[in-house]
T-cell receptor, first 114, second 115 residues
Framework: SQQGEEDPQALSIQEGENATMNCSYKTSINNLQWYRQNSGRGLVHLILIRSNEREKHSGRLRVTLDTSKKSSSLLITASRAADTASYFC??????????????FGQGTILTVHP | KAGVTQTPRYLIKTRGQQVTLSCSPISGHRSVSWYQQTPGQGLQFLFE???????NKGNFPGRFSGRQFSNSRSEMNVSTLELGDSALYLC??????????????FGPGTRLTVL
């Protein structure tokens, strides 16, 4: 079963617009990561935000984390057609026993139209 | 630095057969995790190996097994294949797994089709 949910399940926008995806999770975490997957291929790591951080930026990406609400959002600014992909949030459970385990959300399918 | 590699990339098997998938992590990475991705269940954790020891296991039947070699390369095996085992199997590696920083880097996956 998945850790949480992502919202929306699908998002369709025009090039140049911003895309916002949300992720909710259920248990305490050490960090939350966002990944991109193009058409059934491997996952590409985008950004990691620690549980003691509230916001992080990387290029056109902005991630926020609200541990009190157990939620995160990923903002992609000035989107491009090449950003078309599925986006997943993944969490690492708090504590020392969740070795090697990322728990993924269901993903958001982003389509950027040229 | 070369990324995570997985072989084979595509595989077709029939029910009842067994299959072995291979993963070579990024050089220097000692933690290797395996995931199964299906349209219905999404991405699910199978197991993790570190220094040839399985440290964590997901909720999969015993038909799914794995191992890690001294060079950190890992294999996973699925015996007595079922139709529901058709999936994309992803391998991921990380330097270590501790603290608040444990990024995983994924390979391209092995697409397994069970007929």
């Amino acid at each position: 079963s998945q850790q949480g949910e992502e919202d929306p399940q699908a998002l369709s926008i025009q090039e140049g617009e911003n895309a916002t995806m949300n992720c909710s999770y259920k248990t305490s975490i050490n960090n939350l990561q966002w990944y991109r997957q193009n058409s059934g291929r491997g996952l590409v790591h985008l950004i990691l935000i620690r549980s003691n951080e509230r916001e992080k930026h990387s290029g056109r990406l902005r991630v926020t984390l609200d541990t009190s609400k157990k939620s995160s959002s990923l903002l992609i600014t000035a989107s491009r057609a090449a950003d078309t992909a599925s986006y997943f949030c993944a969490t690492t459970g708090a504590g020392g026993t969740s070795y090697g385990k990322l728990t993924f959300g269901q993903g958001t399918i982003l389509t950027v139209h040229p | 630095k070369a990324g995570v590699t997985q072989t084979p990339r595509y595989l077709i098997k029939t029910r009842g057969q067994q299959v072995t998938l291979s993963c070579s992590p990024i050089s220097g990475h000692r933690s290797v995790s395996w995931y199964q991705q299906t349209p219905g269940q999404g991405l699910q954790f199978l197991f993790e190996y570190f220094s040839e020891t399985q440290r964590n296991k997901g909720n999969f039947p015993g038909r799914f097994s794995g191992r890690q070699f001294s060079n950190s390369r890992s294999e996973m095996n699925v015996s007595t294949l079922e139709l529901g085992d058709s999936a994309l199997y992803l391998c991921a590696s990380s330097l270590v797994w501790q603290g608040l920083d444990n990024e995983q880097f994924f390979g391209p996956g092995t697409r397994l089709t069970v007929l």
